[in-house]
């Protein structure tokens, strides 16, 4: 994919962000922040079973910290919590291997935050969704 389409990408996901809002019961809710740039973000997680059914984002901060998260909730949602941890995974190495695309599987518009990893500072911004989510899924083992 070229520069110029990874901009577009993540122009689009700030503009129109997904799951955006928050949700009446859910089963989880989390927050996170990213102090280094003042990002903050609030999911709400409905789990049905191992599933997760719904999700929602409120946040504010960075075009990088809110489009990472608008592009995980699409990419998370209906998945199992064992998926959701591998995908946590495979961001995690996304993002410290250069923006190295994983063989085992599409990364979608995650995609267009491969040129994210070069940038040191920015990578927080990007991974706050993911470690937000990672707490979500201690709190759920908990209940
Ligand atoms: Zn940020």
Redesign the pocket.
Known sequence: MPDDLYGEILLDHNRYPRNFGALESPTVHVEGK?PL?G?ELALDLVFDGDSLKEIRFKGQ??A??MASTSMMTEMLKGKSAQEIREWIERFKNFMRDGGALPDDADMGDLEALSGISKLPVRVK?ALLAWTTMEEGLKQLAKK
């Open positions: 990213n740039c990002d901060g960075c990088i910290a911004c």
